[in-house]
C-alpha cells in the first residue's frame, strides 16, 4: 500500500507561482513514475506532467515551459512548480504513482487532491 500526501495548493492571481508537493509514504523509494494531473469543474480529468524514477518527463502542451516537475527519491517526493499560472490552470491536482519496483508498493495510487485556484 502506497499512501500519497499532497500539499501546496492555494490561490494565486494569474501571471503567478504557485509550487505542489507529493509524498509517497512508503517503507523504501519504489521507483514509481509520478504523475500529477488536474481536473476542472465539469471537465474531465487530465495529466499534467509525469518524471519516471530515471527523471525522464514529459508535459502536457498547455503547461510545457511553465510548469516544472522534479523528484527528491531521499524524501519520495514529488514537486510540480508552476510559473505563469492561467485561470485555464485552476482545478484539483491530482498526485499518481505507476509502476515500482516491488511488490508491496507497485500499483496505480492516487492522492487526495489539491485546489488550485487562478484569478484573472
Known amino acids: 500500500q502506497v499512501r500519497l500526501v499532497e500539499s501546496g495548493g492555494g490561490s494565486v492571481q494569474a501571471g503567478g507561482s504557485l509550487g505542489l508537493s507529493c509524498a509517497a509514504v512508503?517503507?523504501?523509494?519504489?521507483?514509481?513514475?509520478m504523475s500529477w494531473s488536474r481536473q476542472a469543474p465539469g471537465k474531465e480529468r487530465e495529466l499534467v506532467s509525469t518524471?519516471?524514477?530515471?527523471?525522464?518527463?514529459t508535459y502536457a502542451d498547455s503547461v510545457k515551459g511553465r510548469f516544472t516537475i522534479s523528484q527528491d527519491k531521499a524524501k519520495n517526493t514529488v514537486y510540480l512548480q508552476m510559473n505563469s499560472l492561467k485561470p485555464d490552470d485552476a482545478g484539483m491536482y491530482y498526485c499518481k504513482t505507476s509502476g515500482g519496483w516491488f511488490d508491496d508498493c507497485r500499483g496505480v495510487y492516487w492522492g487526495q487532491g489539491t485546489q488550485v485556484t487562478v484569478s484573472s
Open positions: 512508503t517503507i523504501r523509494y519504489c521507483g514509481h513514475t
Open positions: 518524471i519516471d524514477s530515471a527523471g525522464r518527463t
